[in-house]
């Protein structure tokens, strides 16, 4: 839940660029304009892994978390079932600390 408020408001906050190019104007403020929305969705889109995935994936990584330390009999199935899941877990680690 907590995730999913996070994505709206970031969305909200920083998803708006200015004003839309207005086509009246002359030819190199328009585009100059929409050089700068299409920069800006740029790096709105750059930065998904920060504000999209990175949170979905601490929600994930703490409940499965919790539930191994937990000693719950249900264990996540993505830990369990899929014999590379641990090195796919440690190489995500390995990924978002290097970057």
Request: aromatic share 14%; hydrophobic share 40%.
């Amino acid at each position: 839940m907590a995730c999913g408020l996070w994505i709206i408001y970031f969305l909200v906050r920083y998803g708006r660029s200015s004003a839309p190019a207005n086509p009246e104007q002359d030819f190199n403020a328009y585009r100059r304009a929409l050089v700068e929305r299409y920069d800006h969705q740029i790096q709105l889109l750059k930065s998904v892994k920060y504000w999209y995935l990175l949170p979905l994936w601490i929600g994930l990584m703490l409940g499965s978390t919790g539930m191994v330390l937990s000693g719950s009999p249900e264990r996540p199935s993505w830990l369990v079932r899929h014999p590379g899941a641990r090195n796919l877990y440690r190489s995500m680690c390995v990924h978002l600390v290097a970057q």
